[in-house]
C-alpha cells in the first residue's frame, strides 16, 4: 500500500516533520534516540537486537517510497533497547532509496531525515559495498573514516557550506573500535549505479585514495548531519571491486555475503549501542 501526495518534495523538511508525526503516532513513542540504516543483507543483523516493539512497511508512511530492489525490504521498525541505566528507543529503517532508482535525492535522505525529527541524535548507517582495497576480505565489516563523492550530487540546496571535516564521528568509530579492535577504517566512494564500476574506473578510485565502493550512505551521511546529528557508517565488504580478482560481479554473491556476515555484526551492534549515546 502506497499513497503517496503530489508534491511531496518540495518542502523535504516539512514532508519529514510529518513522516516523524505518523511514526510517534504509530508506536507510541514521542521521541526515538538513534536511527540504524540496515542495507542490504544487514536485516539479519537487525534481528540480533532482538523483537522489535513495532514493525511497518515503510511506504506506509508519508515520503517513504515502496522497494525497487529485492534485498531491500521496506520496513520500519521500532526496538527498545534496556540498558544499566534506562531504555534507548532505535528507529531501524529495513532498505533504503538510492539515487540509482532516479527518483532524485529527496526520497533517498527522506529517511534520516525523518530520523532525526524523531528525535535521533545519532544515525548509524549501514552498507553493502566493493572493496577496492585488496586487503580486504569478503565478509569484512569496515568503518567509514572518510567519503568521496563521485555523483556529482548534493542533498543540500541553497548557501549551506557545511563543514565535513568529521562527517563520520570519531568519537563514535573510537567507540567501536573498543569493542572490536579488529575493525579497519575505510575511506567509502560514492557511485551513482546502477552499473558497478570499470576495472578502469576501479584503479581510478584506488589512486584518488578509496578504498570502499557503494551506491549509498553518504548523501544519508550528509543529511544526517546537516540537521546536527552525528553520523557513524559501517560498510560490509561483500565482493571485491571490478578487476581485482577477475572474477564479474553478480548481485547473488552480493546478498548472501551480506547475509553471511550479519550475525556478526548484529551482536557488534547490541553490544555498541547503549555505548554510544
Ligand atoms: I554490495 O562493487 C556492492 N555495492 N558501486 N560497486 C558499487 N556498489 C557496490 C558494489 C561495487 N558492491
Not at 149 to 178: C, E, N, Q, W
Not at 225 to 230: D, F, I, S
Request: proline letters at 4%; aromatic letters at 4%.
Amino acid at each position: 500500500m502506497s499513497a503517496q501526495p503530489e508534491g511531496l518534495y518540495t518542502d523535504p523538511l516539512g514532508t519529514a516533520d510529518s513522516a516523524a508525526a505518523q511514526i510517534a503516532k504509530r508506536t507510541g513513542i514521542a521521541s526515538h534516540d538513534l536511527a540504524l540504516v540496515m542495507g542490504s543483507g544487514w536485516v539479519s543483523a537487525a534481528d540480533a537486537l532482538g523483537a522489535p516493539t513495532h514493525e511497518f512497511n515503510a511506504d506506509e508512511i508519508i515520503g517513504f517510497l515502496p522497494p525497487s530492489v529485492a534485498g531491500h525490504s521496506g520496513k520500519i521498525r521500532s526496538y527498545e533497547i534496556k540498558t544499566a541505566t534506562g531504555v534507548i528507543r532505535v528507529l531501524v529503517f529495513l532498505g533504503r532509496t538510492h539515487l540509482y532508482e532516479g527518483k532524485g535525492i529527496e526520497p533517498v535522505v527522506h529517511g534520516v531525515r525523518t530520523a532525526v525529527k524523531a528525535g535521533c541524535k545519532i544515525v548509524i548507517l549501514t552498507n553493502a559495498c566493493g572493496g577496492i582495497n585488496t586487503d580486504y576480505r569478503v565478509g569484512q565489516p569496515v568503518l567509514i573514516r572518510d567519503h568521496i563523492s563521485l555523483t556529482a550530487t548534493s542533498p543540500l540546496i541553497g548557501a549551506h557550506f557545511l563543514d565535513l571535516t568529521d562527517l563520520y564521528s570519531k568519537r563514535m568509530r573510537t567507540i567501536v573500535k573498543g569493542e572490536d579492535s579488529s575493525l579497519q577504517e575505510g575511506v567509502y566512494v560514492h557511485w551513482r549505479g546502477p552499473t558497478y564500476e570499470t576495472p578502469a574506473e576501479i584503479k581510478m578510485m584506488r589512486a584518488m585514495g578509496a578504498d570502499l565502493v557503494g551506491m549509498s550512505t553518504v548523501p544519508e551521511a550528509i543529511a544526517a548531519h546537516a540537521l546536527g546529528a552525528e553520523v557513524l557508517g559501517i560498510s560490509l565488504v561483500t565482493n571485491a571491486a571490478a578487476g581485482v580478482t577477475g572474477e564479474k560481479l553478480n548481485h547473488e554473491e552480493v546478498i548472501a555475503a551480506g547475509k553471511a556476515a550479519a550475525d556478526h555484526m548484529g551482536a557488534l551492534l547490541k553490544g555498541v549501542i547503549p555505548k554510544l549515546l
